[in-house]
């Protein structure tokens, strides 16, 4: 396992790095709390975390083989981003986005509705 600390280790099971990402998903703890939690680094965890919540499983199960490290990020992304589930999950967080963003307008808009009624009477 790796230390804390950051120094060199040996390779972390898939099993840890779901463990790790889940936690953080559920949890939203501070990295440093995760990697102490879990007996690993910062940057890892932080790293694991990131790219499970970017790209899902897939992302740890490419960088828990030597060969899914040394190809990098940039090969996940070119392969999940042309597969049609990853565009449709792009495109449904755009419209949660801009659903959200009404929302909120919306909610502004009525306090200042309620405000102004209250400061008429």
Avoid: C
């Amino acid at each position: 396992m790796a230390n804390f600390k950051g120094n060199k280790s040996n390779m972390v099971s898939l099993e840890t790095k779901i463990e790790v990402a889940k936690d953080w998903a559920i949890n939203q703890q501070s990295w440093k709390k995760l990697a102490k939690k879990h007996n690993v680094s910062y940057s890892a965890a932080r790293k694991w975390a990131l790219g499970y919540e970017e790209y899902g499983i897939e992302y740890l199960k490419k960088i828990s083989s030597r060969k899914g490290q040394t190809a990098g990020i940039k090969k996940i992304d070119i392969e999940l981003k042309n597969s049609p589930f990853k565009k449709e999950i792009m495109e449904l967080k755009k419209k949660n986005k801009l659903l959200e963003m009404e929302n909120e307008i919306l909610k502004k808009f009525n306090q200042f509705l309620e405000d102004s009624e209250k400061n008429s009477n």
